[in-house]
T-cell receptor, first 115, second 116 residues
Framework: DTGVSQDPRHKITKRGQNVTFRCDPI?????LYWYRQTLGQGPEFLTY????????KSRLLSDRFSAERPKGSFSTLEIQRTEQGDSAMYLC?????????????FGEGSRLTVL | AQKITQTQPGMFVQEKEAVTLDCTYD???????LFWYKQPSSGEMIFLIY??????QNATEGRYSLNFQKARKSANLVISASQLGDSAMYFC?????????????FGKGTKLSVKP
């Protein structure tokens, strides 16, 4: 049973560089979510997809952030011109529409450090 | 205003004892869902238990139970017979129907440490 996988697990970059994270959801899941978690906080919602359609974006998702899910399978989250405030854990989750509680299955996250 | 409040930044419990992690929530919608997740040091969020606002019974999953008090807007997690592997961060979360399906609002978490 393959869970949600994220790559890379850790990324260190210099301010101003672009970074991209990839998420592979559980194969039969049609919904995919991105969350951001900073130190001492719970995860905060960024955006979510149903199949390939991006249905909702949080105000946290500034213009420097873009997420795609081109074929309704894996997703990428790109951050352009990174800032030190972008340092966080980026969590991906997936779920299957129509399940009774809409439980989200999370990956292990991609930790970003911006120097 | 915070929608999910977890007032205990850290908790200690002796192995094999029970522990209660507190969670209060704020919503005006009659229909909502409440979740508890565990986050070990590896970072993955692990689903533990779910309670729907219309569920008549308190949810239970193995050693986990949810003490749901709707009038008080509280959804405390009870872990019975604590094990060393229960040491982790625990997050309470709520999904409101007005939000997107799966857009969970998380609390700040409680760090549980189980002592041998």
């Amino acid at each position: 049973d393959t869970g949600v996988s994220q790559d890379p697990r850790h990324k260190i970059t210099k301010r101003g560089q672009n970074v991209t994270f990839r998420c592979d959801p559980i194969s039969e899941h049609n919904r995919l979510y991105w969350y951001r978690q900073t130190l001492g906080q719970g995860p905060e919602f960024l955006t979510y997809f149903q199949n390939e359609a991006q249905l909702e974006k949080s105000r946290l998702l500034s213009d420097r952030f873009s997420a795609e899910r081109p074929k309704g399978s894996f997703s990428t989250l790109e951050i352009q011109r990174t800032e030190q405030g972008d340092s966080a854990m980026y969590l991906c989750a997936s779920s299957l529409r129509g399940t009774s509680n809409g439980e989200l299955f999370f990956g292990e996250g991609s930790r970003l450090t911006v120097l | 205003a915070q929608k999910i409040t977890q007032t205990q930044p850290g908790m200690f419990v002796q192995e094999k004892e029970a522990v209660t992690l507190d969670c209060t929530y704020d919503t005006s919608d009659p229909s909502y869902g409440l979740f508890w997740y565990k986050q070990p040091s590896s970072g993955e969020m692990i689903f533990l238990i779910y309670q729907g606002s219309y569920d008549q019974q308190n949810a239970t999953e193995g050693r986990y139970s949810l003490n749901f008090q709707k009038a008080r807007k509280s959804a405390n997690l009870v872990i019975s017979a604590s094990q060393l592997g229960d040491s982790a961060m625990y997050f309470c979360a709520m999904r409101e129907p007005g939000g997107s399906q799966g857009n969970l609002i998380f609390g700040k978490g409680t760090k549980l440490s189980v002592k041998p």
